[in-house]
């Protein structure tokens, strides 16, 4: 696990990191950690994205072994797409009781538009644990990187994931961003534009 790079709880329960999000564990008032992912956290979050129900809406399966998600945490250690032009920003979120609950990850693309997904386990559900731990990984990407727009892309069947995006101020985007970053007709596309 990485070790704790200096964090703290900042006011009204956001977190602000003291060194570079990628990199650095976010504490959130008193209710949960982000800890960057690393291939050390295979084990852990195997047991959590492991449950087929988390795939209903996501166009992926459940990871096929540990190793093969330890394998794939490791590709992404960097923080970098291979030709540096995206800041991969991964983070595995642990409740109060420091359990794995899930993850929250960003993708900084080189305009600075800025992809956002998360996963969390069936167990954390209905507890706004979502809503607090994407909260505080969007304050910390927008002050790090300057992002000019966060997205969310959800399946329009998936009313669970809207309104985590809907809590956060996402909104729908407008029908031309829709076309240009061709959405497939079953998916939302939301966003919201930092403060």
């Not at 602000?16 to 979050?45: C, D, I, K, N, Y």
């Not at 996501?58 to 590709?75: G, N, Q």
């Not at 969390?120 to 990187?145: C, N, P, Y």
């Amino acid at each position: 696990m990485t070790p704790k790079l200096g964090s703290f709880a900042a006011p009204e329960g956001r977190s602000v990191p003291s060194e570079r999000p990628g990199g650095t564990e976010l504490t959130g008032w008193q209710s949960f950690t982000l800890e960057p992912r690393t291939a050390a956290h295979a084990e852990a979050m195997f047991a959590v994205l492991a449950d087929p129900a988390l795939y209903e809406f996501v166009d992926e399966s459940p990871p096929v072994s540990v190793e093969a998600l330890r394998d794939r945490f490791a590709r992404s250690e960097s923080r970098q797409s291979p030709d540096g032009t995206e800041h991969w920003l991964n983070w595995v979120v642990r409740g109060a009781s420091r359990e794995v609950a899930g993850y929250v990850q960003a993708t900084v693309e080189a305009n600075l538009d800025t992809n956002v997904a998360y996963m969390f386990g069936k167990a954390h559900w209905g507890q706004g644990l979502a809503t607090r731990a994407v909260s505080s990984m969007l304050d910390a990407v927008a002050i790090e990187f300057g992002v000019t727009r966060f997205f969310i892309v959800a399946e329009r069947a998936n009313p669970r994931s809207i309104r985590v995006a809907e809590r956060l101020g996402f909104a729908a985007a407008p029908a031309e961003v829709v076309v240009r970053r061709r959405i497939a007709a079953t998916d939302v596309l939301m966003q919201k534009l930092p403060p």
